[in-house]
């Protein structure tokens, strides 16, 4: 983990605030937190036309005297000078950095088992300009608050899978490897264990089901369409391809007796990715 470089700035106006009264602790670390990293994806393509660029904040959570509830949606960054703004969980974003937490499930962090965590915030590119004061706020966070960073600690990083690489080397690696294609012994030894067979889940009330069928066809069910087409195998992963629309990635395990194990929760459920 990259422990960020405090600027002169942001010592500056710490201690300005220090003499106006407020407690304020100069740096990125607490008895309950530290700041691994602030990154940006400088070739994030914003949906909506706007000028807006995707940040994430990567930090580890400590708890030494209490169990805490985390999530990936809970923190305001505040840019001062620029605004506010609010962590929102964006399916799939943060896929390629296993080591971190990326959800909008609360996730219980124990005495002595640390938490790294990932959120994501949506800010525009002209609040981002350099010599600017960051603070952060989290409620379910002790301390928090008491944090102190500068836009000149941020990260740039041309891409998603860029920030995976900087943020989270080890995790990026490990992800990178299980979307390696399987090997054609391999990738014929899942292919027999799923042809023929259906899987299903429920998320909510909403049923989902993936069907195989030889020799690399699937038919997709949901809540919302029904659709099929070819898939192909990959060390971790089947990779449901159809004729519109973006691939599912659907992560498998070889089970201790022998049968494949399927994480239709990991492929579908939106809160999770």
Request: some cysteine.
């Amino acid at each position: 983990m990259k422990r960020l470089v405090f600027s002169l700035l942001t010592a500056l106006v710490a201690a300005a605030l220090c003499a106006c009264g407020q407690d304020v602790v100069i740096g990125t670390e607490t008895d309950y937190i530290h700041v691994d990293g602030l990154y940006v994806d400088t070739a994030y393509q914003d949906p909506a036309g706007g000028d807006l660029l995707m940040v994430y904040l990567c930090y580890t959570v400590f708890t030494p005297d209490r169990t805490l509830s985390v999530d990936s949606r809970s923190t305001a960054l505040t840019i001062h000078g620029a605004g506010s703004f609010p962590a929102a969980h964006y399916p799939g974003q943060c896929d390629f950095m296993a080591s971190y937490y990326y959800s909008s499930y609360l996730k219980d962090v124990y005495v002595g088992a640390p938490l790294a965590v990932a959120e994501t915030f949506l800010i525009p590119r002209s609040a981002l300009e350099e010599g600017q004061v960051i603070t952060l706020s989290n409620q379910r966070i002790p301390e928090m608050d008491q944090l102190t960073l500068s836009t000149d600690d941020l990260i740039l990083c041309p891409g998603e899978e860029a920030v995976a690489q900087a943020a989270d080397p080890t995790g990026y690696d490990r992800m990178l490897a299980l979307h390696t294609p399987a090997s054609p012994a391999a990738a014929a030894q899942v292919q027999a264990a799923v042809n023929g067979l259906s899987w299903s889940c429920y998320i909510g009330a909403n049923a989902y089901q993936v069907t195989f069928s030889a020799p690399d066809g699937f038919a997709i069910s949901t809540p919302q369409e029904d659709y099929q087409g070819t898939y192909t195998v990959e060390e971790g992963f089947l990779i449901c391809h159809s004729p519109d629309g973006d691939p599912v990635a659907i992560p498998y395990a070889w089970e201790g007796d022998g049968s494949l194990a399927l994480d239709l929760l990991a492929a579908f459920d939106e809160k999770d990715r």
